[in-house]
């Protein structure tokens, strides 16, 4: 049986932590920890046995790294399969994990399935409690454990190891209708400000920046470092942050913010400073597709530590691919790498 155990234990560590004078970022992985663990212990809790069994698998297991933004059958439990209890668990879990911002993403996405069972030939295939939640491992263990949460155009997957950063990447969002252009979500762009952002920044460079920015006349038709390719971009292309403007870096920070900060505040900020720590300069900008609105374009950001694509080809440029992925991180790989290193546990569930 799933105990309660990590919830005490993680309140009391979150506790001791406020009257020890640690270092801020480990308050922050701390902090971070103890939310997830909590909200995904709190979540198997409200679970008959049955619904456990299919919510949980091994850390070790393969399944933790089949991640995909199609609609096809999952591992896990959906939504649609959870009593009313775990289903609040689940939006907890969700929430303890996510910024408020990225949260209602999430939800939107979930929200579109709805826009598309409306609007499809065959919508009734269309379904937004069709999206499972998974937990790998043991949350109230020592040992390392993660969890998803994953449907069509939703993938977000975290790795937690004690002591280390929280692994959140691949973090995939998509959108489809980009923009709502009818019905009771008329107006809605779940993912209006990466658009915006990202042509800003594009329109707004000088034709010598745009000869190194635009890497093909036209969009590459989806995001490259999809599932079993999150490594497959080596080298950055496009115009480096070292040739921009002032107000041009400051615009492509703004980009990476956007992406980053849907993960909760202290996650984000930890990513953010290992970003920037790596140099802003080394951050390059790719462009492929006409820049003008209306038109069928994707976009780039690539550095050290960051990896951005964001594709906006099908239903005539109205249907979005987005992934964020941390170079050589993936599901947390340099992580557990230092973590086993050193010799901690690895008890698997």
Do not use: C
């Amino acid at each position: 049986m799933i105990s309660r155990r990590w919830l005490l234990r993680g309140a009391a560590a979150t506790a001791a932590a406020a009257t020890l004078p640690r270092p801020v970022l480990a308050q922050f992985s701390d902090a971070g920890r103890a939310a997830m663990a909590g909200a995904a212990t709190a979540f198997l809790a409200t679970l008959p046995d049955a619904a456990r069994r299919r919510a949980v698998v091994a850390f070790a297991d393969k399944e933790r790294f089949n991640w995909h933004y199609v609609p096809r059958g999952r591992e896990g439990l959906p939504f649609k399969a959870m009593p009313a209890p775990a289903r609040a668990a689940a939006h907890e879990l969700m929430k303890a994990s996510l910024s408020e911002a990225g949260y209602a993403k999430a939800v939107n996405v979930t929200r579109l399935e709805t826009v598309l069972r409306q609007s499809e030939t065959f919508g009734l295939m269309r379904d937004p409690e069709n999206y499972s939640i998974t937990v790998f491992g043991a949350p109230d263990s020592p040992g390392p454990w993660g969890w998803r949460v994953e449907g069509h155009h939703l993938s977000l997957n975290f790795t937690l190891a004690l002591g280390k950063p929280i692994a959140v990447t691949p973090a995939f969002f998509g959108a489809n209708p980009a923009e709502v252009r009818s019905g009771p979500l008329k107006g809605l762009r779940t993912l209006g400000r990466e658009q915006d952002l990202g042509r800003t920044l594009a329109q707004g460079m000088d034709a010598t920046q745009r000869r190194r920015m635009i890497i093909s006349a036209q969009s590459l038709g989806d995001i490259v470092s999809g599932p079993g390719r999150e490594d497959s971009l080596a080298a950055p292309v496009g115009v480096p942050a070292g040739e921009l403007t002032p107000r041009q870096r400051d615009l492509l920070m703004q980009l990476v913010d956007e992406y980053v900060r849907n993960m909760r505040p202290d996650v984000a900020d930890e990513h953010l400073r290992k970003i920037r720590a790596a140099g802003v300069e080394r951050i390059y900008f790719a462009w492929a597709g006409p820049i003008d609105p209306g038109h069928a374009h994707y976009y780039r950001v690539h550095g050290p530590t960051v990896l951005i694509e964001f594709d906006n080809t099908q239903n005539d440029a109205n249907h979005i691919h987005s992934v964020w992925q941390t170079p050589g991180n993936a599901f947390g790989a340099d992580i557990l790498r230092a973590h086993y290193d050193r010799g901690h546990s690895h008890r698997r569930a």
